[in-house]
């Protein structure tokens, strides 16, 4: 059974840093390229930034430079590093897979997600 775990999301200041994690269970982890899909209400969900097994990174220009995403293959954990946050990355938060380098492609099954907002 897939299943995806996040945490890290709260409230900060326009400016500031959030770290999220997801811990993946269920799949063969280390084979899949994984991203970071963010949903606000109303919209699609979006992917943000994939990372290959062969730790290949790439981000949608408007996360381009502030975001980073990494892997601990060992863990089975995705990790995003949100940097200089700004109140349009307020959104949930959730990893999956990805069919390619930020091409959607997730399992059916999400996790809960994780709240971000960024507002003063």
């Known amino acids: 059974q897939v299943q995806f775990v996040e945490s890290g999301g709260g409230l900060v200041q326009p400016g500031g840093s959030l770290r999220l994690s997801c811990s993946a269970s269920?799949?063969?982890?280390?084979?899949?390229?994984m991203g970071w899909y963010r949903q606000v209400p109303g919209h699609e969900r979006e992917l943000v930034a994939t990372?290959?097994?062969?730790?290949?990174?790439n981000y949608v220009d408007s996360v381009k430079g502030r975001f980073t995403i990494s892997r601990d293959n060992a863990k089975n954990t995705v990790y995003l590093q949100m940097n200089s946050l700004k109140p349009e990355d307020t959104a949930v938060y959730y990893c999956n897979k990805a069919r390619a380098p930020l091409v959607n492609g997730p399992f059916g099954s999400w996790g809960q997600g994780t709240q971000v907002t960024v507002s003063s």
């Open positions: 269920g799949i063969l982890f280390s084979f899949y390229t």
């Open positions: 990372i290959t097994s062969s730790t290949t990174t």
